[in-house]
């Protein structure tokens, strides 16, 4: 056997004797509107968490060497573009104690037949709510050059922000893209409470928007996409251009790729 | 060779053995341009995104990478996307009314094509990378058209201090019979103290609609595409039509491997 390179490959493993399919269904909710995490110029971009996805399982079954996505059916009662994405846990910030705890950097895959490390927008979630006076925070990362040290804005963060709430970070004036988060301070406000999640985020598609009057159904293969994740993958999906309440609903199906 | 573009079983195959190129950024359009649909200066309001991806590093047995498809969202301002490889073809300062000479557009091969060709610009645009200070300035162009004839010459009576980002579709305005663009030979403009003009010698691969807020846009390349080879170092220019709005866009795209 060898990798899966063709759809009638892929149709073969999912439809076979012995299926390799498995459909991992999700649902979001959100009972009122989320902040737009962040404010100032630049950093308007609205984005909230659509759902919580379950990481890939931590082990690949016999015969199974990566999980491909291969469909993503959603319907939500948000209009606005759905990004499904894996995501690369930089980090957090525990805004009570100022404690940044750092996790990993973007990972290094072969790209266009050369080992190159992945990049990366910085996404900002809130994890734990935040008080009514956060104050500021700023991070510091590595940027597409591999530069060392660069900062973000200093942002002002949105008062009372739930759990959900998310922001892009503006980056250093020239940088396109980050390889790692490395540190995150926070400042200002009153005794901030809460915790922020730093996301790397690696598109699997931005789907067209899913309104309340109709689901999308996204044929990643036709899309030209044939990502392969790794047992543990994190995955999510989020809205981009809205902060608005409701539900969304959907599922991905993956096949299991072959040596 | 397997081309990426022909078929999605040849767009897997590659992926699988040599890795597609997955990114999104994190930039932003700001401030907001200048309106334009005067019939002197390209028609079309359009701006320049902030940023100009860079085509990463190939293996050594990839010869061309390929874009495989886009993907975009704006906050405000519904529009229309210009995507292509982009060679800046000369610099005017206006203060002093000095031209610095960029680069020709290369010969490359194109999908579905075995022999490189020297490539052509039939989407040349004007853009101001330093607002301007000038009243309806006529810029005057000599350019090399896409036949190879030299001493051709155009010109464009520009709205009134461009504002940085601002771009003008020089396509209306080439001399009679002309139908692109392939190196700049001379710029000069008619009156003015401040601001810089370059020109984006652009050769478009995706032109698609990029709704804003509740709209997003994704492009998947496969046939019928042509579009040139992508080399590294390549830049990628990004133009907005029909809106001059200062706005937050999140911009994605997907390179493959030829093999």
């Keep these: ?259 | 060779m397997a081309q990426p573009l022909r078929s999605i079983a040849d767009g897997m195959a590659n992926q699988s053995a040599q890795g597609d190129w997955d990114v999104v950024y994190n930039v932003r359009i700001t401030p907001a341009t200048t309106v334009n649909t005067g019939t002197t200066s390209g028609y079309q309001t359009v701006a320049r995104w902030q940023e100009t991806p860079t085509v990463p590093t190939l293996g050594g047995s990839v010869p061309y990478a390929y874009c495989k498809s886009v993907r975009a969202t704006a906050l405000t301002g519904s529009g229309g996307i210009l995507v292509g490889l982009e060679t800046n073809g000369g610099t005017l300062t206006v203060s002093g009314n000095s031209f610095a000479a960029g680069t020709a557009l290369p010969s490359r091969k194109s999908s579905g094509a075995s022999a490189a060709v020297q490539l052509a610009s039939t989407m040349p645009i004007l853009w101001s990378s330093a607002s301007a200070t000038a009243t309806t300035p006529v810029v005057t162009i000599g350019y090399t058209n896409e036949a190879g004839t030299s001493s051709r010459s155009m010109t464009m009576t520009l709205p009134t201090n461009s504002l940085i980002g601002s771009a003008y579709l020089m396509s209306p305005h080439l001399q009679s019979g002309d139908l692109g663009i392939r190196s700049i030979d001379s710029m000069s403009i008619s009156t003015g103290t401040a601001g810089v003009f370059k020109v984006g010698l652009l050769v478009p691969f995706v032109t698609q609609l990029n709704g804003a807020a509740t709209g997003c846009s994704i492009t998947t390349q496969f046939i019928p595409v042509v579009q040139p080879g992508l080399l590294a170092g390549d830049q990628i220019g990004v133009y907005r039509i029909g809106t001059n709005s200062s706005s937050v866009m999140s911009f994605g795209l997907t390179l493959g491997p030829e093999t």
Aim: proline share 5%.
């Design chain 1, 1 to 259: 056997m060898a990798a899966l390179t063709t759809p009638e490959q892929v149709l073969a493993r999912a439809c076979g004797s012995t299926p390799y399919e498995w459909r991992e269904p999700f649902y979001g909710y959100a009972a009122a509107a989320r902040t737009s995490l962040f404010s100032g110029a630049g950093a308007a971009q609205l984005i909230q968490r659509a759902a919580y996805l379950p990481n890939l399982p931590g082990s690949l079954e016999t015969g199974v060497t990566a999980y491909i996505p291969v469909k993503f059916e959603c319907f939500s009662s948000t209009g606005s573009p759905v990004l499904f994405a894996e995501l690369v846990n930089f980090g957090s910030l525990n805004l009570a104690t100022n404690t940044f705890t750092n996790n990993d950097a973007m990972p290094t895959r072969t790209v266009l037949g050369s080992s190159k490390q992945m990049l990366s927008p910085i996404l900002v979630e809130v994890e734990v709510a935040l008080n009514a006076t956060p104050g500021s925070v700023q991070l510091t990362y590595v940027d597409q050059d591999g530069n060392t040290g660069q900062l973000t804005t200093s942002h002002a963060m949105g008062a009372s922000s739930v759990v959900g709430s998310c922001a892009i970070a503006v980056l250093a004036a020239g940088d396109t893209a980050v390889a790692d988060v490395t540190a995150a301070v926070q400042s200002g406000g009153t005794s901030p409470t809460g915790t922020l999640r730093f996301w790397g985020v690696m598109p699997l598609t931005l789907s067209q928007s899913a309104p309340s009057t109709y689901a999308l159904n996204t044929n990643l293969l036709a899309e030209g996409q044939c990502d392969r994740l790794a047992a543990s993958a994190k995955v999510g999906v989020f809205h981009i251009g809205s902060v608005t309440a409701g539900a969304t609903i959907g599922a991905v199906h993956y096949v299991g790729d072959q040596a």
